[in-house]
């Protein structure tokens, strides 16, 4: 194989007037495209030499077909110079800066010599020279005579779009450039310019390119109707009235009308190059649309830069709905077999492989796993179809390439979008399934942070052997567990993992035989340990805890506070009557409960502990179990969230409704303290907002009392607590809200205040400052809402959606920004970061090089585990 | 046989360790007998874990931490006034003030200082009040009230006994702060002070009592109000409005503790190294507040590449986006076609060393796996 060739280096400079003339293939003559018979005209815009689109053409100038042409330049030879838009400030600073006599840059020579060594330091360090060259112009153009030739000068004004003015003349582009032409080489060096690649007088065009057809095809409708491209358009305009100056010009015309068109060429050419020019109108199509002109191709998200060269559309890939399979391993991607189908993976054939390569193109394209395509070794493509596949296969040797149909164990690459961190792109291997979507295991949904909604999510297959080893190694789900930004598992229960494994292994669950081959039934061979004991009919069980262990690793030890700790005042850990501490010896959970805080997604310290002692794939094995027990777990008893699960007692009722009975009186208490004058003022505050915030801070009161009434009826049998303090879902104020009371609805923290004149809602009293009239909600989700606490409601609902909106544009902003900025930046081997100018930014990163997703084994904690290890080994 | 601290403490000093782990380590063998067998194991170990935690060569760092600061940022609340810590300062949290960070703006949207006073000051709230109130700037209305008396025309500021009392501001000195201000002359009575526009104007009238009300009459002006706190066992002082470089003068003061949250203004009082740290300081706290851990490496990254050199830069077009060295990162980040205009004109070169040009011109990129260059001998 020959190494691919590389771009070094790009360049970029003004192209001269004979450079133009030289890359051209045709010069332009005639505005019109295409005759009668449809063939392109001749010396037209669409001359044959300037590349083809029509199929079945050959271009003039290279031969090749459409799409393997490139296209080639043309030109137009303009009758009288015209700006370029885009240098037109810059053409005002040098006009400026040089004398109107002998084109000199206005400075003294030792000055000259003084910003010119400055300029080159400054290239030289990678750094931007605006500033140098910006105080050239301004030095240079403070003097008011030359102090070379000694003619004085002139204000030159500079008057929109496009014309300067000296001594109340008008200077044609002419003159411009005449002036331009004289500036001697050393002086535009030191004007922050590269004479040989960019001379200021070709910042005024004399010959216009003509770009090639290939990057303005015209369109043929339905009709037949031709249809062209903006800058077809654009360049007919500019033909056309070229031509008319040079009629006028060899004709004699009176100066007036030859400036007319002049000025005429030039805002065609100034519209041809950009459209959007303040001061100048913008060419309109004939519907009244704008034109798309150069500028705006290359602008913008959906520009040519953004759009189509940072950003690339890709063969080999699928989109689909994805929907969860919890029997899948979190590293497997269930694939639809009509997609298995269409995508493949190259393989070489070999003397080892080549029976099995004639099986698979044998099978043809229609019988799963098949193959789409063959190449043979001189590089010529056949499409596999039932006539050919035998006649194929017989033909295949060493050296041909097979696309073969994606199957099982293939590994791609899953995302889904926003792809905010790298772990929105993993690699999966491929299951091939029935039916029509992506299968995903839900517990990979928060690293893709995905929801089974409707989302859809993309799937690429890797084409070579490099991308599949990067692949492998690198993207794979085992490899991500742990992220990168606080170094802690990503990938965890959800839901009804939580939830399962909670029920499983709370308290002293018992659990018989056959229950525990339920359990276990999708787990790989495990010893099961002794009974826990035998009940009153002399069947052994085991406890739930017993069962949990065996996903453990062996001599795992941890010890941590459970998600549903109720945070006592003195920890009674082991002996904890909630079962809220977890220990664990040797891989055997001697007490506690198994809940988010151990193998919930983002905070799992079971997960995390055990990849990080016994690497990514015992982790992923962890991760499997744990999710397949837990699944299994929960549906030993079912798990079920329903209306009668809000259900509280009358008495919880009445001391509910009591509660919120003495919150209203306190407020109208402190209503009438406030306007009996009475109220004292906080420190800081005005007696409104005083007012406002004791208000708040006793409804808020009232509502945490309800709840905690409702809470005390509402114990772990219920299946929203068990959700709400296991940390699988919702939370107690959820439960809250739908049991007891909704609470104040508030609007930027404040509640509800806007409204009609002097009250929210016409159902309360002018200047009313109650509870009800500003959006309390008293009602429980349950019972129910009333009309105008129902309008509340939606108030508040509203600013949460409003904000979700606006924050989802600012943060993107945000990443894009910080993404642009650092991402060209690099640990070196020495350990420094440096970016691409190789300017160092970090000596030694992050001061101690630590890897952010390694950073447990750099900590004082694993300090003291290996204190430990070896000194408590000892016997110390 | 063991070993001494002494030597305990040297064998680690020369273990090729960061500091903090040296520390660590310090701390968890100290008082322990450890034998020379047992701390070459742990030490062993210790470096073993260290290595393996290092970060690879080659590794694109730079797009991990602005992932790792730019995902949370999604999860974050917009509200931008909320009551941190002090009930009565308002202070721009979450997204944000994120952005205001990264953004290097000149002044913040809430400016606030926390000072904290040496010890002699800062144990009693009398003393911690006076220093208090000579900082905050005063104006007329917090001494007294302010009327204008159309018959005679002119302006009539009764002031309030107490209240210059307790702001420890003579009546005279008032008079004076006035005439200075307004470039006027100021009659002073007791405690009434009048002031007459120079025409005979409503309207100048009214101009006249809007620029008292802003005059400073004592403390530091951009400090609207100070309020005290107790932390601990001390008083801490919070502003609405910073002045770092005046505050850290004032007696009493203490300007080691004392800071501010506007970074640009920390990097022209303390200097590059100060602002880094403040960076780091702000994006943490913002961050924590709502909750989202981030590693502090990602947050240093971002703080190294605003402050590397010499002036707090922003990220983006005005910043570190805008001095890249590449024509088509440039272009491919914001405002396209003046970068390339410009480019032209300078004859400027794109190496095609970052990841944007590679990706233009359809190259692999020279970052992670893609920036080894060994190529194997066949």
Known sequence: ?876 | MSLSEKEVQKRIEDLPLPQSIKRALEGELKGIEVSEEEFGEVAGLVVADYERSRVEPCEAVGVVAAQSIGEPGTQMTMRTFHYAGVAEINVTLGLPRLIEIVDARKIPSTPTMTIRLEREYALDRDIAREVAWSIESTNILHLGSIATDLAEMNVVIDLNEEALLLRKIAAEEVAERLAEGTKLSADQHGNQIIMTPPEPSYRDLLQLVEKIKTISLKGIEGIKRVVIRKEGDEYVLYTEGSALKDVIQFKGVDPTRTKTNNITEIGDVLGIEAARNAIINEATDTLREQGLSVDVRHIMLVADIMTCDGEVKQIGRHGVSGEKASVLARAAFEVTVNHILDAAVRGDVDDLRGVTENVIVGQPIQLGTGDVQLVAKR
């Open chain 1, 1 to 876: 194989m020959t190494v691919p060739k590389r771009i070094g280096k790009i360049s970029f400079g003004l192209i001269s007037p004979q450079e133009f003339r030289r890359m051209s293939v045709v010069k332009i003559i005639t505005a019109d495209t295409y005759d009668d018979d449809g063939f392109p005209i001749e010396m037209g815009l669409m001359d044959p030499r300037l590349g083809v689109i029509d199929p079945g053409l050959r271009c003039r100038s290279c031969g090749g077909r459409p799409g393997e042409c490139p296209g080639h330049f043309g030109h137009i030879d303009l009758i009288a110079p015209v700006i370029h838009v885009g240098f037109a400030k810059l053409i005002r600073k040098i006009l400026r800066a040089i004398c109107r006599d002998c084109s000199r840059l206005m400075l003294l020579e030792n000055e000259k010599r003084m910003y010119l060594e400055q300029i080159e330091t400054l290239v030289r360090l990678g750094q931007t020279t605006d500033d140098v060259v910006n105080k050239v112009f301004a030095e240079a153009r403070k003097h008011k005579v030359c102090p070379y030739c000694g003619s004085p000068q002139q204000e030159i004004k500079f008057e929109r779009p496009l014309a300067y003015v000296e001594e109340g003349h008008k200077l044609t582009p002419s003159d411009i450039r005449d002036r331009f032409e004289k500036i001697p080489d050393e002086d535009i060096k030191v004007m922050g310019m590269n004479p040989d690649t960019a001379r200021p007088e070709w910042m005024l065009l004399t010959v216009l390119p003509v770009p090639p057809v290939t990057m303005r095809p015209s369109i043929t409708l339905e009709s037949g109707q031709r249809s062209e491209d903006d800058l077809t358009h654009k360049l007919v305009d500019i033909i056309r009235i070229n031509q008319r100056f040079q009629e006028n010009r060899e004709a004699g015309a009176p100066q007036l009308i030859i400036e007319d068109l002049w000025e005429l060429l030039q805002y065609h050419i100034t519209t041809f190059l950009d459209n959007t020019v303040s001061g100048v109108p913008p060419a309109r199509h004939r519907s009244g649309r704008p034109l798309k002109t150069l500028s705006q191709r290359l602008k913008g998200k959906e520009g040519r830069f953004r759009g189509s060269l940072s950003g690339k559309r890709v063969n080999f890939s699928a989109r689909t709905v994805i929907s969860p399979d919890p029997n899948l391993s979190i590293n497997e991607v269930g694939v639809p077999l009509e997609i298995a189908m269409e995508l493949s993976v190259p393989l070489v054939v070999n003397g080892r492989n080549i029976e099995v390569m004639r099986d698979f193109v044998r099978r043809g394209a229609d019988k799963h796993p098949g193959v789409n395509y063959v190449t043979r070794a001189d590089g010529r493509r056949v499409k596999i179809t039932d006539r050919n596949a035998e006649e194929v296969a017989d033909q295949i040797e060493p050296g041909w390439r097979v696309d073969r149909q994606l199957m099982d164990g293939d590994i791609v690459l899953f995302n889904r979008q926003p792809s905010l961190h790298r772990m929105s792109i993993m690699s999966h291997r491929v299951i091939v399934m029935p039916y029509k979507t992506f299968r995903l295991n839900p517990a990979v949904c928060p690293p893709y942070n995905a929801d089974f909604d409707g989302d859809e999510m993309n799937l690429h297959v890797p084409q070579t052997e490099e991308a599949r080893a990067e692949a492998e190694i690198l993207m794979r789900v085992q490899e991500n567990i742990l992220s990168p930004r606080f170094g802690g598992p990503i990938i965890g229960g959800i839901h009804d993992y939580v939830t399962g494994n909670f029920l499983l292994t709370h308290a002293d669950r018992r659990i018989n035989r056959l229950e525990v081959m339920e359990v276990l039934k999708k787990l790989p061979h495990l010893e099961l340990p002794e009974p826990k004991g035998f009940d009153e009919g002399g069947e052994p069980y085991w406890t739930g805890k017993q069962i949990f262990s065996l996903i453990l690793p062996k001599g795992l030890n941890l010890e941590f506070k459970a998600s549903f700790c109720m945070n006592c005042d003195a920890c009674k850990r082991e002996a904890c009557e909630n079962d809220a501490y977890v220990v664990i010896r040797d891989g055997q959970i001697r007490c506690g409960t198994i809940d988010a805080s151990a193998v919930g997604a983002f905070k799992g310290k079971i997960t995390d502990r055990v990849i990080k002692e016994y690497g990514p794939t015992v982790g992923a094995g962890f991760v499997d179990g744990m999710t397949q027990m837990a699944i299994r777990g929960i549906m030993l008893a079912g798990f079920s969230f329903g209306i009668d699960d809000e259900d509280i007692p009358k008495d919880a009722e009445d001391q509910i409704e009591d509660v919120l009975n003495a919150a209203r009186e306190n407020v109208s208490k402190l209503i009438e303290a406030y306007q009996a004058g009475e109220l004292e003022p906080l420190p800081g505050r005005t007696l409104d907002e005083t007012l406002e915030m004791r208000i708040m801070q006793t409804l808020g009161k009232a509502r945490d009392n309800a709840g905690s009434i409702a809470g005390r009826y509402l114990g772990l049998d219920n299946s929203g607590v068990v959700m709400a303090v296991s940390g699988a879902r919702g939370s107690m104020l959820n439960l809250t809200q739908m049991a007891a009371c909704v609470g104040q609805q508030s609007v930027r923290g404040e509640r509800i205040r806007r409204g009609y004149d002097g009250r929210t809602l016409p159902h309360f009293r002018r200047g009313d400052l109650g509870a009800e009239a500003h959006g309390f909600v008293q009602s429980s989700y349950k019972e129910g809402l009333n009309p105008t606490e129902f309008f509340f409601h939606a108030i508040g609902g509203r600013e949460g959606l409003v904000d979700t909106a606006i924050r989802t544009s600012q943060s993107g902003y945000l990443q894009r920004r910080l993404i642009n900025a650092l991402q060209d930046l690099e640990v070196q081997y020495d350990g420094t970061v440096k970016e691409t100018r190789g300017i160092i930014v970090q000596f030694n990163y992050g001061e101690d090089g630590v890897d952010a997703s390694k950073r447990d084994y750099a900590s004082p904690e694993n300090v003291h585990r290996i204190v430990q290890r070896v000194l408590g080994r000892a016997g110390r």
